[in-house]
């Protein structure tokens, strides 16, 4: 069974301060996905990271994929209030099924 | 970009009665979409596979006559909660995959309570 690890699961910080999620698993996957999800809404697809040791970036939310393609993180630059969500990653696993990590519920205090 | 749409948003319903809830992409065909299930403050749980055309396919420990699941078309599936009771009650939200780029999308989701 594949099992995507997420950490932290709760991180609560002040504005303009950096941080990092992290995605890890003992399986390989073919491509990790990161998401964010509001209350009461569905997860929006912020990025796909397909090769190993890829790096993407979104304005100040950078992603990256490990070398081994077990692993991937999210690092946050200059937090700001907008910026409070659960994020979710998601490994592609057989069948295009999704693994989920069990989310880091993310708040930016002002 | 491509837009999936998930009806109702929510719902209240008593205890034995059926709901469904219906899953579309707006924009692009979806040969296989997927449900889930969302528990408060809780990452998503898989609960069936739906594939057009053919029967869907349900994770271990899910009821496929309790959550009854229809692909009738590339663009719409459904699941039908039956015989509700209130540890139904839960988040449910659907996501189609779209071939290219191999990307799935996830509708806004469908709150369920069952009073």
């Known amino acids: 069974t594949q099992l995507l690890e997420q950490s932290p699961q709760f991180l609560s910080i002040q504005e303009g301060e950096n941080l990092t999620v992290y995605c890890n698993s003992s399986?390989?996957?073919?491509?990790l996905q990161w998401y964010r999800q509001e209350p009461g809404e569905g997860p929006v697809l912020l990025v796909t990271?397909?090769?190993?040791?890829e790096v993407k970036k979104l304005k100040r939310l950078t992603f990256q994929f490990g070398d081994a393609r077990k692993d991937s993180s999210l690092h946050i630059t200059a937090a700001q209030p907008g910026d409070t969500g659960l994020y979710l990653c998601?490994?592609?696993?057989?069948?295009?099924?999704?693994?989920f990590g069990q989310g880091t519920r993310l708040t930016i205090n002002p | 970009g491509a837009v999936v749409s998930q009806h109702p948003s929510r719902v209240i319903c008593k205890s034995g009665t059926s709901v469904k809830i219906e899953c579309r992409s707006l924009?692009?065909?979806?040969?296989?979409m997927f449900w889930y299930r969302q528990f408060p403050k809780k990452s998503l749980m898989l609960m069936a596979t739906?594939?057009?055309?053919?029967?869907?396919?349900?994770e271990q420990g899910v009821e496929k006559d309790k959550f009854l699941i229809n692909h009738a078309s590339l663009t719409l599936s459904t699941l039908t909660v039956t015989s509700a009771h209130p540890e139904d009650s839960s988040f449910y939200i659907c996501?189609?995959?779209?071939?290219?780029?191999?990307?799935?999308?996830f509708g806004p989701g469908t709150r369920l309570l069952v009073l």
């Open positions: 996501s189609a995959d779209r071939a290219v780029g191999k990307t799935q999308y």
């Open positions: 399986s390989v996957f073919s491509s």
């Open positions: 990271v397909v090769t190993g040791g």
């Open positions: 998601a490994g592609e696993g057989g069948a295009q099924k999704l693994v």
């Open positions: 924009d692009f065909q979806a040969t296989t």
């Open positions: 739906s594939n057009e055309g053919s029967k869907a396919t349900y």
